[in-house]
């Protein structure tokens, strides 16, 4: 890693976890706060609370009313968002260093602060519906809730982050504020500082005004755990459009598995470097295994894999776009070949160290910006810990090719995945279906 | 309040005439160059002047197709040993076509530079669209029109396209029908490549931990020797104008969601009135949770995720865009809370704070876009497309705060004209 801008972690005595790295390379710094709070921690009647929950966090404080916070921060030049996942809710804003103090104090304000007011709750509930509506229109959205479903039983990773219709249509005001005042407390949060600042000044600043916010309850207990699958499983939607998509998954280590970093060099090897821009970017990956096995073989018209990186283990999955004119099912087979092969024969040497040159290179990248930088610096803490990203790219190189077939043999075998198809019903008669 | 203030170090001044060297070749490359050394990284951009607008009218998505073989071998280079050689290195290089430009991009560790460098030479000057590859490029655009078809984003505008530009080359479509895919061969991608890829008026920039002269140097050394003219563009004829509503509805009936766009011809971006309309479109539409328009159909009736305007400019008059996606319950109330919101622009003045935030937005936020290579890249790349000078980014906050709340109302009033735009739906109806 790069020794020049050292990475500094420190916990308040409230129990927020601060973590700060000074980059002085632009006059812009990133502040991010994440709290250990996402899909993973809902159930059956509140799928979606999360996500809602971050989006109530933009709708007023007493201090920031309703569209004030936003504007705040637009006229100081900054930029802000906040993102919900599986595993986390995190808020950032990127500024010019000398306004960034704005951030800390709209940060620490809503922690504690937020009304959720009830008219601005039910604004906000069709605004979601709105967004999940939004992304049915993509197919691949469809294929992967209903893929992800299949795999997790008992896990709540079963739905997807944006949650069910039913859920987002009775969920009320008053479980979104028990959510908010159970999951946003300073022991359960983590604030990663990114970019042009003074590391002493900066952890005065946030003691100042964090410090003062009393620990939360007893956070609830979390018990989940997916049992064993024991079968493979098949899921088919059937959607509007002409494009058949493919997707399979298989149960992926999590973040602090001894096989994750193994299972990392696989995915490379298989589907290229992925880009660890917040914002796109990643490379074509046309000499990975898989684009040779399906793109040029004209079979798919795009084929990629994904690892995330996540507290349990969540999904290694496969996708891939047929081309006009293939079918599903040679698709799938040309995908699953492919499998075969790393289970049953070694990669080789110069894949190996190629899949850690490529990542060493992204790493490179993503430190141009203070934006990846702070996200980086939160998303390991709230995985594993911010030494996990510190040493990412040692434990990637002592990775050997022995490593990554035994993670291979272990974790994709046949019984083991869920298989995906979305067929598409056309959008007249005489639509080819693509099956 | 006691406030965090920067480091003590200084830090990075914004790309100006000190610290970024421009230097012309003799055939007519121009070499801009400018060095961060934060990272160990550098990014290359740049353009030729070839598009959509050079091609054949039968063969509407030749030069994004042509730019798509580019990758897929050279004379000495087959497509399998470009891609070993350029990701082994965890580098990428990237083509695409636009309306008159043809643009590339590398990404590399600047150690891997010169490789870098060298192939995309090679691709630029010595492509040799192998037969086989045409086929494989052909299957995969056919099947991204497919996509687009089912896709009520792209649909809505591809058809606010059509009818802003009415048969006017620059509504072409880039990606192409399937007819006209179906009809481009080999002989027309390598007749339009040898037509109009020439190095006059080619522009390249390079950003990262490289020094400048020595930047330029490299450039000069694989591209120095390249010569050739392309025939000049004919002038494009005056784009029609609406004298009228022009509406058309594309029905999906399957969609969760439709996708709602209005449109207006905008200014050309070197005209008088672009700077105006930047900021009176930021007020619409972009600042704070998308302006106005994200105001009103997103946080006051709850509407839509994302209700949105856009502004695009180039060289002829461009596109003034208003969109937001919808529940096709919402299709009619949604529109008419845009056309107030638009109407409100031409009828009232923006008091003068919400007028200020924009400014300071405006100006404000121009460090973030030059945080990282990629930012200062493609920010000079259109400074010198348009010619806008080296010192445009010294000026930019000058020109942003010497504009009024009656220039943004006379823009509004000039161009977002309520009984004159276009306006495409694509999603159910209902």
Redesign the interface.
């Known amino acids: 890693m790069n020794q020049l801008n050292p990475i500094h972690k420190t916990v308040l005595d409230n129990g927020l976890t601060v973590i700060l790295r000074?980059?002085?390379?632009?006059?812009?710094?990133s502040f991010w706060i994440w709290y250990r709070v996402g899909s993973r921690n809902e159930h059956a009647g509140i799928t979606g609370i999360s996500h809602w929950v971050e989006h109530m966090l933009?709708k007023g404080t007493p201090t920031f009313p309703?569209?004030e916070l936003?504007?705040a921060?637009?006229?100081?030049?900054?930029?802000f968002n906040g993102m919900t996942w599986i595993d986390f809710t995190t808020y950032f804003e990127?500024?010019?260093?000398?306004?960034?103090?704005l951030a800390?104090r709209v940060e620490a304000d809503r922690m504690a602060n937020a009304l959720f007011d009830p008219a601005e709750t039910?604004?906000?509930?069709?605004?979601?519906?709105?967004?999940?509506?939004?992304s049915?229109?993509?197919?691949n959205f469809l294929l992967g809730e209903a893929l992800q479903a299949a795999a997790f039983q008992a896990h709540p990773y079963h739905h997807s982050v944006i949650g069910w219709q039913c859920d987002l249509e009775a969920m009320t005001r008053d479980q979104l504020y028990a959510h908010y005042r159970t999951y946003y407390a300073p022991n359960n949060a983590i604030v990663a500082v990114a970019g042009?600042?003074?590391r002493d000044?900066?952890l005065g600043?946030i003691a100042?005004l964090f410090g003062a916010i009393p620990p939360g309850p007893p956070l609830p207990r979390f018990t989940a755990q997916e049992p064993p699958q024991r079968g493979e499983r098949r899921v088919i939607v059937e959607?509007?459009?002409?494009?058949a998509y493919l997707e399979v998954a298989f149960r992926a280590p999590a973040a602090t598995d001894p096989d994750y970093h193994a299972m990392v060099v696989l995915d490379t090897i298989l589907g290229?470097?992925k880009g660890m821009s917040l914002w796109g970017?990643g490379?074509?990956?046309?000499?990975?295994r898989l684009?040779?096995a399906l793109?040029?073989t004209?079979l798919a018209?795009?084929a990629d894999c994904s690892l995330s990186s996540t507290i349990d283990p969540y999904l290694f999955s496969f996708t891939a776009?047929?081309?006009?004119?293939r079918t599903l099912a040679e698709v799938e087979a040309a995908l699953l070949a492919e499998i075969e092969r790393v289970i049953n024969e070694p990669v080789s040497e110069e894949e190996l160290a190629?899949a850690i040159?490529?990542?060493?290179?992204?790493f490179?990248?993503s430190?141009?910006?203070?934006?990846d930088q702070g996200y980086w610096l939160g998303f390991s803490e709230i995985v594993a810990d911010v030494s996990w990203f510190e040493q990412f790219l040692d434990r990637l190189a002592a990775v050997t090719v022995a490593d990554v077939q035994r993670v291979a043999r272990a974790r994709l075998q046949p019984r083991l995945r869920t298989v995906g198809w979305y067929v598409?019903?056309g959008?007249g008669p005489d639509d080819n279906d693509g099956r | 309040m006691k406030q965090v203030t920067a480091g003590s170090r200084p830090v990075g001044a914004l790309p100006g005439p000190a610290d970024v060297l421009r230097r012309t070749l003799p055939n007519g490359i121009t070499v801009l160059a400018r060095e961060n050394w934060s990272a160990p990284s550098v990014v290359l951009e740049g353009y030729l002047l070839v598009g959509n607008l050079d091609e054949p009218e039968d063969l509407t998505g030749l030069a994004s197709y042509t730019a798509h073989m580019l990758s897929r071998g050279t004379r000495t280079r087959s497509f399998a040993e470009i891609n070993e050689a350029v990701e082994s290195v965890g580098a990428s290089i990237g083509f695409g076509a636009d309306r008159y430009t043809t643009s590339f991009s590398t990404k590399s560790l600047a150690e891997d530079l010169d490789l870098v460098l060298e192939i995309l030479a090679d691709e630029l000057r010595a492509p040799a669209f192998p037969a086989d590859h045409v086929e494989k490029v052909r299957g995969q655009r056919m099947t991204a029109i497919a996509e687009r078809a089912n896709d009520t984003r792209q649909m809505a505008g591809l058809t606010l396209r059509e009818l802003m530009y009415a048969g006017h080359p620059l509504g072409r479509d880039l990606l192409g029908s399937e007819q006209s895919n179906a009809a481009i061969g080999r002989d027309a991608l390598v007749e339009f490549y040898e037509t109009f890829y020439r190095p006059q008026g080619m522009v390249v920039v390079v950003v990262g931990a490289i020094a400048a002269e020595e930047a330029v140097a490299k450039v000069a050394a694989r591209f120095g020797d390249w010569s050739g003219e392309r025939p000049p563009r004919p002038p494009l004829p005056a784009i029609p104008g609406l004298d009228g509503v022009r509406e058309r509805r594309v029905p999906m009936p399957d969609k969760s969601q439709a996708d709602i766009i209005f449109g207006w011809p905008a200014m050309p971006r070197l005209h008088p009135d672009f700077d105006k309309a930047r900021l009176a479109n930021t007020v619409l539409g972009v600042f704070g949770m998308m302006g106005r328009l994200g105001a009103s159909v997103r946080e006051r009736a709850g509407m839509a995720y994302y209700a949105y305007s856009r502004l695009a400019a180039n060289k002829q008059s461009g596109l003034w865009l208003a969109s937001a996606g919808v529940n096709p319950s919402n299709i009619e109330r949604a529109m008419r809370a845009m056309r107030a919101e638009v109407a409100r622009m031409a009828n009232e003045r923006v008091p003068a704070d919400e007028l200020a935030d924009c400014k300071r937005y405006l100006t404000g936020s121009l460090p973030l876009q030059l945080e990282t290579n990629d930012g200062v890249a493609s920010l000079l790349a259109d400074i010198e497309w348009h010619g806008l000078g080296l010192d445009y980014v010294q000026r930019y906050r000058d020109i942003i705060n010497g504009l009024t709340a009656d220039d943004v109302q006379a823009v509004a009033q000039k161009y977002l004209t309520t009984d004159r735009y276009a306006l495409a739906i694509a999603g159910p109806m209902q």
């Not at chain 1, 039910?122 to 939004?134: D, H, K, M, P």
Request: no cysteine; charged share 30%.
């Open positions: 000074e980059m002085h390379h632009a006059a812009v710094t933009f309703q569209g936003d504007k921060i637009a006229r100081e030049g900054g930029m990127t500024l010019p260093s000398d306004r960034i103090d800390l039910e604004l906000e509930r069709t605004v979601i519906i709105s967004e999940r509506q939004g049915e229109n993509n197919p042009d600042f003074d000044a900066m600043r100042e959607g509007p459009g002409t494009t290229g470097a970017g490379t074509p990956n046309r000499s990975s684009y040779k793109v040029e004209e018209a795009d776009t047929v081309r006009q004119g190629k040159k490529q990542t060493r290179a992204q490179a990248y430190s141009e910006s203070v934006t598409p019903v959008n």
